[in-house]
């Protein structure tokens, strides 16, 4: 019987280590298509030559480095330019996002899924010919070519994250902990102040990084409005790109890259299920 079973045991452990054969290659094309681009932008930035056919760089070095951070790279002059329009960039959105996304969480508005809807109208339409039209009309305004008309074409694509999250971190607030508060004689003001914004201020974060993520790697609005005249990370990294430039663009993409990762790992922290399950409700 012990024989038998054995016998009729070992096909059925056959089959089911050889089933982890398919998942591993699965993950590993998976994890190569992840990390494959990574170690390569990795190499290029630590190359000092490397052209066909050599498989790795022939020469290694740090000189490119240097050359981006001199004073005629004007890395450090896009990388504050690109801070600095993507924190007032966040600061405009969230001083229009929270009110709108108070009202569409707690108030009875007509149209309230339309209204969400328009936030998502710059996503929905080809960049190229909106920014051309765009820059033209900032152009005769006096605002091609400043932070002001870059911090506001950041906006319209910033909103849709802000008053969306907004939106849903204010719903998954219960209602009844404002209506106790209210109960024992606190005004509408110092209820919003005291209770909903603490509550809501994890979502609040997660929308400011995000808002903040987006504006820093916005590239075709910061080209029609700001070039040349407002240097940003994005268009040094174009031009390096373009021009055949792999170690610049390959530094200046790790200048994008590690405070994307690390802000992404934040607003992880900070969206939780409760928030994400209402988002667009």
Sequence with gaps: MTALTHSIAEPSRLRLDLWWLPRGILLGLLAFAIFGPLANLLLWAVTERWYFPHTLPLEYGFSFWARVFSPRGNAMESLTNSVVVAILTVAVSLTLAVPAGYALARLKLPLRGLILLVFMIPQAFPNLPVYVNVARLFYEIGLNGTIAGVVLVHVTHGLVFAVWIATAA?????????????????????????????????????????????????FTGSYFVGAPDVNMLPLLLYNAGAGGNYQVASITALLLLIPSVGFMLVVERFLKADVLSRVGR
């Excluded at 998954?172 to 005291?194: C, H, K, P, Y």
């Excluded at 979502?203 to 995000?210: K, V, Y």
């Design 170 to 218: 204010f719903s998954a607030i219960d209602v009844e902990l404002e209506q106790a508060a209210r109960s024992i004689g606190a005004g509408a003001l110092q209820t919003f102040r005291d209770v909903t914004l603490p509550l809501a201020m994890p979502g609040l974060m997660a929308s400011a990084i995000l808002v903040f993520l987006e504006s820093l790697d916005e």
